[in-house]
């Protein structure tokens, strides 16, 4: 690529999406053109049932079912076989979603230990780095809780330092705060941005709190299927 677009971390053209049920057709998804730069911070705002969470399963790889193009570091997904999916996912992104989704049985080190492993490193270099991410969002004396141990907003920090563990260059955050009361998702949030702005990732965050999305870099909003 050798557009203005050719370095973007994610790119979509003309993105469609549509669910059939009981034989209705609802187009959730009309063709959606959004570009995300490296490091840049983008919020997703849209009303709920917009279609914040189908866009960004399309662009997490999760599901197929869509229409137009999806590039990520430049490469058309459509081209990658479910094995390249899966190690685009893995080697590229993180995920934070808005129920923490942590390993229940594992302690906070642990789950921020065990992407890195699955990537490639090796114990020490993930458990240094785990314990690094997790002492700089204030869980140092966290590290050996299991999820059901941590407070609402301990559980999202954790999932924040998973998300970020493997240093992916984009970040895919659903509502990440959205399940926590509203003092407690401002630090959070905060913290969020902190962090992901230090590792020089690219973040699309999906929000429906307009405070929020005007923290970040650049605010898209999904109206009828499109960015306005
Ligand atoms: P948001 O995240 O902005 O609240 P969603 O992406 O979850 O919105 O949903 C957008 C619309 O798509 C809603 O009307 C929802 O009912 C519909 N939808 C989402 N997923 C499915 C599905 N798997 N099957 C049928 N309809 C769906
Ligand atoms: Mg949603």
């Known amino acids: 690529m050798n557009d203005a677009n050719g370095s973007a971390v994610l790119q979509t053209v003309g993105l469609k999406r549509s669910f059939t049920q009981g034989g209705q057709t609802i187009d959730v998804l009309r063709g959606v ?23 960004l399963q399309a662009v997490g ?15 058309e997904v459509a081209k990658l076989d479910s094995a390249g999916r899966t ?37 020490p ?8 991410l997790l002492t700089g969002l204030g869980l140092g004396g ?16 954790v999932a924040v330092a998973r998300a970020l563990a493997n240093r992916p260059a984009l970040v895919l955050a659903d509502e990440p705060t ?6 407690t998702a401002d630090i959070v949030f ?11 990732s690219a973040a699309l965050v999906a929000t429906h709190n307009e405070r929020l999305a005007a923290r970040m870099d650049r605010v898209v909003r999904l109206h009828e299927g ?3």
């Open 33 to 55: 053109d959004l570009a995300v730069g490296p490091g840049e911070i983008v919020a997703l705002l849209g009303p709920s049932g917009s279609g914040k969470s189908t866009l």
């Open 61 to 75: 790889l999760l599901e197929g079912g869509f229409e137009g193009s999806i590039r990520v570091d430049g490469v």
């Open 87 to 123: 190690e685009t996912r893995r080697d590229r992104m993180g995920f934070i979603y808005q129920f923490h989704h942590l390993l229940p049985d594992f302690t906070a080190i642990e789950n921020v230990v065990l992407p890195q492993l699955i990537h490639g490193a090796d114990r």
């Open 125 to 132: 270099t993930a458990e240094a780095r785990a314990e690094e």
């Open 142 to 157: 966290r590290l050996t809780h299991r999820p059901n141990q941590l407070s609402g907003g301990e559980q999202q920090r």
């Open 178 to 183: 959205g399940n926590l009361d509203e003092a």
């Open 190 to 200: 905060a913290e969020f941005l902190r962090l992901v702005r230090g590792e020089g």
């Open 226 to 228: 499109v960015l306005e």
